[in-house]
T-cell receptor
């Protein structure tokens, strides 16, 4: 049972480069989320998708775009990476409303 | 403005004693609260939750207490074990909104 799978695990980008972080879940959850974790800042919500076909901004959406490709997949795109986007990115999925989130193991991104 | 606050970045507790982690929130619309545990290089994992209609929820060694009037919740771990050393995140959501907001986390050290 894979749960939430994120790819890649590690990535180094130069400033201005673009990339897409992939996330897939096999638990038939409606909601999916992208968070970033920075030292001393905890987990901050970037974007979320309450259901297939919908996406909403979270706390720190600037510099990112998302696509809810289907119920299973939710990707996060950096169009022009900046050093401030150096972080660990976590994808999560959850059931309806108030069920706990299940997280992937993260993507460690460094922008130089 | 942080809606979920964990004001203690770290906490050290002797093995076998009680660990108490605290969390405050500012949004009175929050009605569901969760605690997550995170080990290095892994995604957060769900620990325990509580709905605003309750003031206590217990699961084995873990108990969460909710004081709605004070907008405060706490996680009690008793007895504390070495494997409890991790970062603990408090999180909250509104009933009709799937957006789940996390605090900055508290690093718990269990001392031998």
């Amino acid at each position: 049972n894979a749960g939430v799978t994120q790819t890649p695990k590690f990535q180094v980008l130069k400033t201005g480069q673009s990339m897409t972080l992939q996330c897939a879940q096999d638990m038939n959850h409606n909601s999916m989320y992208w968070y970033r974790q920075d030292p001393g800042m905890g987990l901050r919500l970037i974007y979320y998708s309450a259901s297939e076909g919908t996406t909403d901004k979270g706390e720190v959406p600037n510099g990112y775009n998302v696509s809810r490709l289907n119920k299973r997949e939710f990707s996060l795109r950096l169009e022009s990476a900046a050093p401030s986007q150096t972080s660990v990115y976590f994808c999560a999925s959850g059931g309806a409303g108030n069920s706990p989130l299940h997280f992937g193991n993260g993507t460690r991104l460094t922008v130089t | 403005d942080q809606q979920v606050k964990q004001n203690s970045p770290s906490l050290s507790v002797q093995e076998g004693r009680i660990s108490i982690l605290n969390c405050d929130y500012t949004n009175s619309m929050f009605d569901y609260f969760l605690w997550y545990k995170k080990y290095p290089a892994e995604g957060p994992t769900f620990l325990i939750s509580i709905s605003s209609i309750k003031d206590k929820n217990e699961d084995g060694r873990f108990t969460v207490f909710l004081n709605k009037s004070a907008k405060h919740l706490s996680l009690h771990i008793v007895p504390s074990q070495p494997g409890d050393s991790a970062v603990y995140f408090c999180a909250a959501s509104e009933n009709r909104d799937d957006k789940i907001i996390f605090g900055k986390g508290t690093r718990l050290h269990i001392l031998p």
